[in-house]
């Protein structure tokens, strides 16, 4: 669980302030625990680049590593000898977050927005393409910062993913976010 400073606010944060958040981050980093719905957990480092690009690279014995880049998502098992999956990036819920611009008040975009005790929770669906799932944004305040979201998929599939603490304003290189599987180690 994470630790929290008690000088934050015991109200929800307005969606305006959290859209103009999640506009600043333009590159950014960070340590990750995922939790899937099978009850399995992974750990690893989370990069995005904004607009449209984010990579988790998994940490042993998972090694994985999934990409959203070129409009793409892929997942790739570095163990395994199947092909890579690939899907649109914009049929995701992370297209949500790595849109060019984020506007939370987008019309029929949030579904709900509330102060659960803890962190303001945002349930965001892409009004365009509802049935490919919706994400839960949770985020804390004073600074507001995204702490964790919830990815719950077409199938109702869930994964969670924590964030221990975004770092901002980093140099990443492009390959880093390359949707083929030659040269995934990248360059940081």
């Known amino acids: ?24 981050i333009q590159t950014a980093q960070s340590e990750f625990t995922q939790f899937n719905e099978d009850g399995s957990r ?3 480092m989370l990069y995005i680049k904004r607009p449209g ?12 590593v999934v990409i ?26 992370l297209n949500l977050i790595l849109a060019r611009k984020v506007n939370l008040g987008q019309a029929k975009m949030v579904e709900s927005h509330e ?4 962190f303001t929770v945002v349930r965001a669906r ?3 393409d509802p049935e ?12 507001i910062a995204l702490r964790q979201w919830i990815i719950t998929n077409e199938q109702g599939t869930r994964t969670a993913v924590v964030i221990k603490e975004l770092v901002g304003g980093i140099s990443l290189a492009d390959s880093l976010f390359q949707t083929t599987v030659q040269g995934q180690g990248g360059n940081r």
Do not use: C
Request: hydrophobic residues 35%.
């Open 115 to 118: 102060f659960n005790g803890e």
């Open 132 to 143: 490919a799932g919706f994400i839960d944004l949770m985020f804390s305040a004073n600074p």
């Open 53 to 64: 690009r984010a990579r988790f690279e998994y940490a042993p014995p998972n090694s994985g």
């Open 68 to 93: 959203a880049g070129s409009g793409a998502v892929i997942i790739h098992d570095k163990k395994s000898n199947q092909p890579p999956e690939t899907y649109p990036l914009k049929r995701t819920p």
């Open 126 to 128: 892409d009004p365009k």
């Open 1 to 24: 669980m994470l630790s929290l400073s008690p000088a934050w606010a015991q109200d929800k944060l307005p969606l305006d302030a959290i859209s103009a958040y999640l506009n600043t």
């Open 42 to 44: 992974s750990t690893g």
